[in-house]
Every structure is written in structure tokens, then in C-alpha cells.
């Protein structure tokens, strides 16, 4: 009886331990930063949930201050394209000229589809040139993306990269919460064409559409993008939400997955994702 008793106290304190060594995951989007050992000071996320306004935010100011919008400005570039005709459509192929380029995925012939998704620089450079400097600008101006700035016609490919496009997580999270409501003044078939390119996960009863960003200049703070829209059906909260997080990168270790798992987390915190 009593080795009996002592076998099933082990038992207990071994399962109250195992109980106790499972941290408890953040609460909110504050504790998911530090969680990632990170700062309000150093990175923003914003989620807004589109079908009763409810919006999540890291403290301080950072979620209303303007960064360079680096390669998230694919989503409104791709939808400006689509729609103006610059592009014929997702499946458009880009010759590649032979000039070896910073990511591999870039140094190929591929389509339009396939450059948002690998995020190839040279073809949206391709393409920018092609809209105009001052069509640009009204469509941005349109979306009410960030400052709308694109700078002269000397910056017609590089003005999302170092600037003067910039853009809050606040704006963002506005953009992206009219894209994935189709309330942007664009065609149906923009729409049609456009969101299945920007396809980034799924699950059951879940869709991520999604893009990553950095901004990388010589001499200044490397800035990491993650933006977009979840669309959730079956999870304990169910809606559509749109989120934006942007974070300081050391350029010698730019952790760039930590982008992708605050977000997550911070969907997990507001109940979106379990």
C-alpha cells in the first residue's frame, strides 16, 4: 500500500512539473515582442478585424510612424499593374537578363505570379517604368497608401526600396483591410487576378495572403516588413484580419522569421489562430 501511495505521488509531482514547464504563451501583442525578445520601441504589429472593427496594437508610437514600405508595396504595385495593363496578366513571363542578383530565385525567367512571390526586384522594376511616375502616384493616392510618394522620374525604381514611399503599419492594416473587403476602385477582374497570386498559407478553415518586406540602405537601420490578411472560418474567432508588423534588423543577423512569428503569435493572442 505505502509503495503504492509513494509510486503514485511520483506520478503526480512528475506530471505538475511537466504541467509547470510549459510556459504560457503571450497575451498580448506587447508580451508577444518581448516573447520574441524584442521591443514597442523596436517593432509594431497591428491586427484589425474587419467584420466589428476590433483592432489589436503594440504600445508607444511606433504603429503611426512611417517606414519605407520596401517590398510590401508589391501588393498595391501588383494591383496597379493588373489594372492599368502594364501587365497583361499573373502569367506575363520576364526574360531574365543574365545579371547574377542577391536572392537566387531572382536569376531566372519567371512570371508575373511567381516575381511577387519570390519578390523579384528586377521585374517590378521592369514594370514601374512602364505605369509612369505620375499614374503611380494617383493610384497610391487612391489606395490612401501611406505618404504616396514616389519621387521623380530619377526614381522610378527605387523610390518603395530606399525611399520616398513610406508607410505606417496603421496604413497598412487600412489598405489591406480594403483590399481583402474589395473596396479598392478596381475592377473585378484586378481582383480576380491578383489575390490568388498573394496566396501565402492555408490550413483548415483558415487563408493567409500575405508579403514580406526590407528595406536595406547603406548607412541606416534595416527595417523588416510582414503584411496582409487572414481569412478564418473555423478557429474561436472567426472573421477576416488584417495585420501589418514591421521590425529594426540588425543587418549582420536579420532573424527575418521572427516577421512570420509575431504575426502568428499575435493572431494566436487575439484569438484568430489556436
Known amino acids: 500500500m505505502i509503495r ?20 504560457e504563451r ?5 508580451e508577444v515582442l518581448v516573447a520574441q525578445g524584442l521591443t514597442p520601441e523596436a517593432a509594431a504589429l497591428v491586427i484589425y478585424r474587419l467584420e466589428d472593427g476590433g483592432t489589436w496594437e503594440t504600445s508607444g508610437d511606433r504603429p503611426e510612424n512611417r517606414f519605407v514600405a520596401a517590398s510590401t508595396s508589391k501588393i498595391p504595385h501588383t494591383l496597379i499593374a493588373l489594372e492599368t495593363g502594364a501587365v497583361t496578366g499573373p502569367d506575363e513571363w ?6 547574377t542578383r542577391f536572392s537566387p530565385g531572382w536569376n531566372e525567367s519567371q512570371s508575373f505570379a511567381k516575381a511577387f512571390q519570390r519578390s523579384t526586384v ?37 523610390y518603395w526600396l530606399k ?16 483590399l481583402a473587403a474589395h473596396t479598392l476602385p478596381l475592377s473585378a477582374r484586378t481582383y480576380e487576378q491578383a489575390i490568388p497570386i498573394m496566396l501565402a498559407d492555408q490550413g483548415e478553415g483558415w487563408t493567409l495572403y500575405a508579403k514580406t518586406g526590407w528595406k536595406r540602405v547603406e548607412g541606416e537601420t534595416d527595417i523588416g516588413w510582414y503584411v496582409g490578411w487572414l481569412e478564418q472560418t473555423g478557429g474561436p474567432a472567426p472573421g477576416t484580419y ?17 516577421r512570420k512569428i509575431v504575426v502568428h503569435e499575435g493572431l494566436v493572442a487575439v484569438g484568430a489562430l489556436e
Open 242 to 258: 488584417a495585420f501589418a508588423m514591421n521590425m529594426d534588423m540588425d543587418v549582420d543577423n536579420p532573424a527575418l522569421e521572427k
Open 26 to 30: 503571450p497575451q498580448t501583442l506587447d
Open 122 to 158: 528586377w521585374i517590378y522594376q521592369t514594370v514601374t517604368p512602364r505605369i509612369g511616375s505620375a499614374v503611380l502616384h494617383d493610384w497610391l493616392m487612391r489606395f490612401d497608401y501611406g505618404n504616396a510618394d514616389v519621387g521623380g522620374e530619377s526614381d522610378i525604381q527605387t
Open 163 to 178: 525611399g520616398p514611399l513610406a508607410i505606417s503599419a496603421r496604413e497598412q492594416v487600412a489598405f489591406l483591410a480594403r
Open 94 to 99: 520576364f526574360e531574365w537578363d543574365g545579371e
Open 4 to 23: 503504492h501511495l509513494f509510486g503514485l505521488a511520483l506520478g503526480l509531482t512528475a506530471l505538475l512539473c511537466a504541467c509547470q514547464a510549459v510556459p
